[in-house]
């Protein structure tokens, strides 16, 4: 078999699998993040290879969807059967000069593993890419083999689901139904509806082509048929107007002496296994590709012919069952196509009745009423989907100079100008409305970038060309957003108000956000803060104590001190009730001062009693990186001896470590000439590098508790625990595993190495006195055999 028919029929088989152009998937997302985070690179793909690009069905690391297939690397990974490695592109002439490798995201290092869909084709890659050359050893080989099986276990699922049923699911055609239901109950588009049920029947029939038609006669009664919604894919460039005219205003076929128009002369189903040789081919638009097998199944409504849906290109053809199994559907269809025929009159009289008692006279925008309506419906579905509704109140700025300057005929057609204006700049599922006077009101559903903030403000500020007159406007906007905002339609247009009044107190043209969750953390933050004095002045805060234990000894190593509030009016109060309240003021550090204290007092007391344990302390990020830590370290240590230096462990974020780097380093060396031991907490929640990792003066690595909770059962997070532990166990770093709970997590890291566990397996954070007799009782054998 030549190499160009092999590709047609990888293509082919690419086609048929019906994942070019989905939307990412938990099933390979989680794959190639376990990729990202296994090898510690910038990016890992699952790439896929079409005719002229190649499409990343799961990306992560990467900011672009697709690249052209000449310039990518998995193009070559496909051309072989095991994978294939580029240590250094800028010395590899295959890619020295490729724009990839010149440019963004300038690789140099590759590593892909071809994957195979259920019928043995190559369709594309696994593969993993670094900006830095690096070495690929054998055991980095075999992970990524066996990710590329997953994938394509994956795949196979995908096929089976496909191919292991000649006819249509009955599960898939009820959801098809449902969607057909919906969109034709809740749109007034009614090609948007044809769409949607064309996009269903192209994949229940693992069709290539299609189009759905309403069947329709001219005043002599002959037929023709009216195209609804026809396919774009694979249409070439030049007759893409075509596809946007059938888009635009529809397409008709109005001959009935072709294969395609015969259903609607016969009534009945139409298939044809070789299109290319069959005498009553004909009547495609021109330019439409070629097709090989062709089925025409006409749409009822009771024994009235209302439609045609005619697909193309089903690999293995059609049969007259297919028909027969899609008739429910069809069925669906040819129903609500009738049902949009016999009320379309009365539809129209009712949108008569309806805007006269919804909509504002003067510029056509839903008014009051009708705005409350819309408003309530965006909630009810915002809650349904999960989504989000903005809601902005804009008040005109200086309209008021405009009526009493041009008079009122001028101020209303300037009103209308404006009503236009932010109708055209707004989505067709938005909503803008006048509540009167010049208050308007816009709903925007799931705003994902505030721009569109800015640009309902622009075009409000375009200069006004009326009569003669050039006028200029601006405006204040108030937002406040739901379900961040959770209160009533009524509430919230309150609240908007309040934000729209803020926008022109600080200077009109602008908006202002109502951020309800801010206010309250506000005046949460403000009702701290004017306590904390108070709590340091009378010795609140307390340090309370976790033991750690050395797997290797079987004994408490130490302790990681912990700080709580023994507020006098609401009891022992976590860190999460005030810490984040003092991030960025000077108690941040009074009270990491207090700390850092208490722990040279508690580690003098352990030495005093003979004990041998060290304590590990938490301070503030923004304490920690501020010009007052490295006095605040050698001011506190400056006159402990060398035993107690090193003790005291100061735990440092791994998100903090990587906030500013000069910093960190420079703050972290002063620890280190002081004596202290520096340990690399929540590990496995930042992003650290592996040159930056290794160049961290940490003696430890504490495994987040997220990863060690989910340790047993979760495959994801056991692979990322003992990525981490081999990690650190090549850079010679001591591992911590924090959140142990189970004799099971306990095993299971005992199994891979790791070197301390701390956690309510063991025993909660304690006040110094229970927490030191905790210690004294503990015994390794007895929690080992369950006794504890």
């Known amino acids: ?24 998937e938990d099933r390979f997302e989680r794959l190639t993040r376990i990729a990202r985070q296994y090898y510690g690179v910038k990016t890992a793909l699952f790439s896929v290879l079409d005719a002229n690009r190649q499409w990343f069905k799961s990306r992560q690391g990467l900011d672009v969807s697709e690249t052209p297939r000449p310039v990518a690397f998995c193009d070559y990974a496909i051309q072989q059967d095991k994978a294939f490695i580029v240590c250094d592109a800028t010395k590899d002439p295959r ?64 096929y089976l689901s496909i191919e292991n049923h000649e006819f249509v699911e009955v599960s898939h055609l009820n959801r098809s139904i449902q969607r057909a239901l919906n969109v034709f109950l809740t749109s007034d ?19 290539q082509f299609g189009f759905i038609g309403e069947t329709l006669s001219k005043e002599n009664g002959v037929p023709y048929l009216k195209i609804g919604a026809i396919t774009n894919i694979a249409w070439n460039p030049k007759t893409q107007a075509l596809y946007q005219q ?67 290109n089903r690999l293995g053809g059609y049969k007259v069952k297919l028909a027969e199994e899609l008739e429910p559907l069809l069925q ?72 009493d300057q041009h008079g009122h005929a001028v101020g209303d057609a300037v009103l209308k100008i404006i009503s236009e204006r932010l109708k055209a700049t707004v989505r067709q599922h938005d909503a803008i409305g006048r509540l009167g006077g010049d208050e308007f009101v816009a709903i925007l559903r799931d705003v994902e970038d505030s ?96 033991p750690k234990i050395n797997y ?75 010009e007052h830590f490295p006095d605040d370290i050698t001011g506190t240590m400056n006159e402990c001896p060398h ?21 960190v380093m420079k703050n972290l060396s002063v620890c280190r000439n002081a004596g202290l031991g520096i340990s690399l907490d929540d590990f496995g929640t930042g992003y650290s590098s592996l040159n930056y990792f290794r160049t961290l003066p940490a003696q430890e690595v504490k495994i987040d508790r997220t990863f060690v909770g989910d340790l047993i059962g979760n495959q994801d997070n056991s692979m990322i625990v003992e990525a981490i532990l081999r990690l650190s166990q090549s850079f010679q770093r001591r591992t911590v595993a924090e959140g142990v709970e189970t004799a099971e997590q306990e095993e299971r890291l005992l199994s891979l190495g790791c070197d301390v566990g701390q956690g309510y397996r063991y025993s909660p954070p304690l006040p110094l006195a229970e927490a030191l007799e905790w210690a004294n009782t503990f015994t390794w054998a007895r929690y080992r055999s369950g006794q504890n």
């Open 1 to 24: 078999m030549d190499s160009s028919t092999l590709e047609k029929r990888r293509l082919t088989a690419l086609e048929r699998l019906g994942i070019l152009d989905t939307p990412p």
């Open 95 to 158: 890619f020295s000069q490729n724009p990839l490798v010149t440019g963004h995201p300038n690789i140099r290092f590759y590593a892909g593993m071809p994957v195979r869909e259920p019928t043995g084709f190559k369709i594309g890659t696994i593969c993993i890419i670094d900006d830095q050359p690096r070495d690929f050893g054998e055991l980095d080989l075999d992970i990524l083999r066996n990710l590329a099986t997953m994938i394509e276990d994956e795949l196979e699922r995908t």
């Open 189 to 207: 588009n009614q090609n948007a509806a044809f769409e949607q049920m064309l996009n269903d029947l192209l994949s229940l029939t693992g069709s």
């Open 246 to 312: 059938v888009e635009r205003r529809g397409l008709v076929f109005d001959r009935l002496d072709t294969l395609i128009a015969l259903p609607m002369t016969s009534g009945e189903v139409v298939i044809s296994s070789d299109v290319a040789t069959d005498p009553r081919r004909g009547g495609l638009p021109q330019g439409h590709p070629d097709i090989d097998a062709y089925i025409g199944i006409p749409v009822f409504s009771g024994d009235q012919q209302v439609g045609l849906v005619g697909l193309a």
């Open 332 to 403: 669906t269809l040819g129903n609500l196509i009738e049902r949009k025929r016999l009320h379309h009159e009365k539809q129209q009289h009712q949108k008569r009745l309806e805007k006269a008692a919804n909509y504002d006279a003067l510029t056509d925008l839903p008014n009051r009423r009708k705005l409350t309506e819309i408003f309530t419906q965006e909630l009810h579905e915002a809650n349904l989907r999960e989504g989000t509704v903005a809601l902005c109140f804009i008040d005109l700025d200086g309209f008021k100079g405009i009526n």
């Open 451 to 546: 721009t569109v903030y800015n640009r309902i403000l622009e075009v409000v500020r375009r200069p006004i060309s009326y009569q003669n007159s050039v006028m200029k406007l601006s405006a204040s906007m108030g937002v406040t957003v739901y379900p961040d905002d959770a209160e009533d339609p009524d509430t919230l247009l309150r609240h908007a108000d309040q934000a729209m009044y803020a926008a022109k107190d600080a200077g009109k043209d602008s908006y202002s956000l109502f951020d309800l969750a801010s206010h309250y953390t506000r005046k949460e933050r403000v009702r701290v803060l004017e306590q904390v004095d108070e709590a340091l002045a009378k010795k609140q805060f307390e340090l309370y104590y976790q």
């Open 552 to 626: 290797r000894t079987g004994s408490v190593e130490g302790f990681e001190a912990l700080i709580r509030w023994n507020h006098p009016e609401e009891g022992l109060l976590s860190p999460a009730r005030f810490l984040e309240h003092l991030e960025f003021t000077e108690y941040a550090r009074q009270v990491g001062l207090f700390v850092m204290e208490s722990a040279v007092g508690v580690i003098c007391e352990f030495m005093n009693l003979g004990l041998p344990y060290t304590v590990s302390i938490n301070l503030s990020p923004s304490h920690f990186l501020s």
């Open 643 to 663: 035993e107690v230096r090193d003790r005291l462990i100061i735990e440092i974020l791994e998100t903090t470590a990587l906030d500013d780097t000069t910093t």
